[in-house]
């Protein structure tokens, strides 16, 4: 009798735990959202205050340059992510989420273009560092590793939605006060980090396998990571992040495009980054919910069918001077949708092929992968619009995604209902 009543006590206790996790996993993902789009949507404030003198096309091609500079910044990821294997996901998340307060704070801090993207380049080792996602998948229920990674997704939209508010508050034509918009992230960046180490216990999958993963090196969990099981799928999954990350470069200059072409005003432009942020949460709705229905390679060949294709949309779309502003919303949601809604899916195939004790390093090499993509794209793209323009260039790199397709359909393996704990 006493038994039960401890045992459901545990319970109890667990359950409450585990709701707590889920709400500073949720303010941690808005954090991360707003920190990882709200460079993009400010270009033309800061070629405008820094890049004076140039020409449009010039200046174009000096941010794809430096862009292409401060990815490397996102290289850094990995080893965030290798140490989340080391020193535990409880410290490295609240390093993370430390050293996006301490970027943004550097940001409102610059004087000139070099400082400005030296603390971008600074903000990239710690954005999108997916070690919430290592740690929900590892608390969460094996049957709902779905649908809680995309409710924190869908949650995590609240972070767009206060970065469209900041932009509304502090950037217009007539006051283009831009650095208002590091407010956010340096107030949640530095009072979560105290919470997480405070508030926090260290993931239950890490805490069975610590000991073990304290005595290897980083080269030989390199090395063993294309001799698991599912090596075949995980090699092929870091071409596909390669060609994902090459395509993205609309990402950091959408805004500079729309402004150049004078194609909407700058309350237009917000509205459509603040709507947009609403139609992204059709794609973790989708992933969330058919991922664990149909699987997760149908929803890889629907979203890297439509980024291409919805990226062209809008980039025609924009230079049709009647319903601008409809096509342009219709189209950029799209691509919002197909974005991340595949970021989201190579995310979640990547942890269910690999062991947890490879699970930090794998997500790390993926987002390295992706990183690297990010760089070559960027340089390449630098030089495109010297030769084609900005927008052409878009439609041009963003094609990258439809080898995702075949890659998909010949290699990769399904891994819906997979039990995390019988991966070898």
């Not at 991360?32 to 003198?53: M, V």
């Not at 430390?98 to 380049?121: D, E, H, K, P, R």
């Not at 990239?124 to 590892?138: A, G, K, R, V």
């Not at 980024?307 to 950029?332: D, H, Q, R």
Request: proline share 3%; charged share 15%; glycine share 8%.
């Amino acid at each position: 009798m006493m038994s039960n009543i401890n045992n459901k006590k545990e319970e109890s206790l667990s359950r409450k735990y585990f709701k707590k996790l889920v709400l500073i996993l949720m303010l941690v993902q808005i954090l991360d959202t707003y920190s990882t789009i709200f460079p993009g949507s400010i270009p033309s404030f800061i070629a405008n205050e820094f890049l004076l003198g140039f020409s449009k096309e010039e200046q174009n091609s000096i941010m794809s340059f430096a862009g292409s500079i401060v990815s490397i910044g996102m290289y850094f990821l990995f080893f965030n992510q290798y140490l989340a294997d080391k020193l535990g996901r409880k410290k490295m998340l609240a390093i993370t989420v430390f050293g996006m307060g301490v970027a943004t704070l550097g940001m409102f801090l610059s004087i000139n273009y070099i400082m400005y993207m030296s603390f971008v380049f600074f903000l990239y080792f710690f954005f999108s560092s997916d070690i919430w996602l290592i740690y929900i998948n590892e608390e969460a229920p094996s049957k709902k590793r779905a649908y809680y990674s995309n409710l924190l997704l869908t949650v995590g939209l609240i972070g767009s939605i206060l970065m469209v508010t900041s932009r509304i508050l502090f950037v217009s034509e007539a006051n283009p006060f831009w650095r208002g918009m590091t407010f956010v992230p340096m107030i949640l960046g530095f009072s979560l980090t105290p919470i997480i180490l405070t508030k926090l216990k260290e993931s239950s999958r890490f805490l069975e396998i610590k000991d073990d993963l304290k005595k290897r090196s980083l080269i030989k969990d390199v090395k063993a990571l294309f001799k698991v099981e599912n090596k075949r799928s995980f090699k092929v999954i870091l071409i596909m992040s390669f060609c994902y990350g090459f395509s993205g470069v609309f990402m950091g200059l959408f805004e500079k495009y729309i402004a150049d072409i004078k194609a909407l005003p700058q309350f237009s432009v917000s509205i459509i980054f603040l709507l947009t942020t609403f139609m992204v949460i059709i794609a973790y709705i989708v992933n969330g919910f058919l991922g664990d229905r149909i699987g997760r390679k149908p929803l890889l060949y629907l979203w890297a069918a439509l980024l291409p294709l919805s990226v062209t949309l809008w980039t025609i779309g924009a230079t049709i001077p009647e319903n601008t502003f409809i096509i342009v919303l219709f189209s950029y949601s799209l691509t919002h949708i197909s974005y991340w809604g595949l970021l989201g899916i190579l995310r979640l195939i990547t942890i269910e092929i690999l062991p947890t004790d490879k699970r930090g390093t794998g997500i790390g090499l993926r987002s390295l992968s992706g990183s690297i993509g990010g760089t070559v794209g960027l340089l390449v793209s630098s030089g495109l619009i010297l030769i084609v323009g900005l927008g052409p260039t878009f439609i041009i790199v963003s094609l990258a995604n439809l080898i995702l397709i075949p890659l998909g359909i010949i290699f990769i393996k399904e891994t819906k209902g997979v039990d995390l704990k019988f991966i070898k």
